[in-house]
């Protein structure tokens, strides 16, 4: 909670490009939502090729500047860990080779390459060096395109002087109304918002992208043999898919598909 007396510094929206921030991007261009002063787009290095011209599309269109910042190559970092020393957690699953016992690496991923990064270059555009004290007296709101239908991934910024909004929901929007209301807009409609190896995407996510994005399945299942070669345990190998089986051998058509797993991302950056 902001206090009354502090003054909004201004308006940012952060943009992952996927179907929700793309949709109150164009709200807030259009006038359905109040204006912003900015957008932020976080580029891990690993997003789908989609993603990265959907952003040009946007950019042509949208009447605020989007700003894109980069804290490195999510893909190189994580392949490179060993050598680096250097591990960056990514919510990987693994199972154990001797005990056959199953888990799942604890999230990091999206504080470093997303959240971070953003709160920097929110702290650059009114002039606060980073590890300075932002004024008390001053805030930035910053919006988040979570929709009604994931509610449960709303949570308050982490920097007090950071006010996350949720325009969607105030607004009593899901998923669908946000398609709905780009297809009246004629807006062209984004893909899903995520790293190529993320975990959280589901059987149907891995199913399109095999076979429309052949290229980018292949780079998928690279990566999916290289993570387990990077444990400091040898015998706990990491996945991909929450099967624990090498990403070219998994089934996407099973019935028994997996839940969209972006539900349980904390803090409402990614896959949006």
Not at 6 to 26: D, E, I, W
Not at 37 to 56: H, M, R, W
Not at 141 to 169: C, F, V
Not at 239 to 245: E, N
Request: hydrophobic share 35%; glycine share 4%; proline share 6%.
């Amino acid at each position: 909670m902001i206090d009354k007396n502090r003054s909004r510094q201004m308006v940012v929206l952060s943009l992952g490009a996927g179907v929700q921030s793309s949709a109150m991007a164009v709200m807030s261009a259009k006038g359905d939502l109040p204006p912003v002063d900015c957008a932020i787009f976080a580029d891990t290095g690993y997003e789908p090729k989609g993603i990265y011209t959907y952003l040009n599309y946007l950019s042509n269109i949208l009447p605020f500047p989007i700003f894109k910042v980069m804290k490195g190559n999510i893909k190189e970092d994580m392949l490179n860990a060993k050598d680096t020393n250097k591990f960056v957690v990514a919510p990987f699953f693994n199972q154990h080779s001797i005990t056959g016992k199953k888990g799942m690496i604890r999230r990091q991923c999206t504080s470093e390459y997303k959240i971070i990064p953003i709160r920097k270059k929110i702290r650059e555009l009114c002039n606060i060096k980073y590890g300075k004290h932002f004024p008390k007296d001053k805030y930035v709101e910053q919006w988040i395109g979570i929709s009604t239908d994931e509610i449960q991934r709303m949570k308050p910024a982490r920097d007090k002087y950071i006010l996350n909004r949720h325009p969607l929901i105030e607004a009593k929007m899901n998923r669908q109304d946000c398609l709905n209301y780009m297809k009246k807009e004629k807006i062209l409609l984004p893909e899903k918002s995520a790293c190529i190896c993320c975990p959280f995407r589901d059987d149907k996510g891995w199913l399109d992208m095999k076979k429309n994005n052949p290229e980018e399945f292949a780079d998928a299942v690279e990566f999916d043999k290289n993570i387990r070669l990077i444990n400091k345990d040898p015998d706990m190998k990491n996945y991909t898919h929450r099967s624990c089986k090498p990403l070219d051998e998994v089934d996407f058509d099973k019935k028994d598909n997996q839940l969209d797993m972006f539900n349980n991302e904390c803090e409402g950056m990614c896959g949006v």
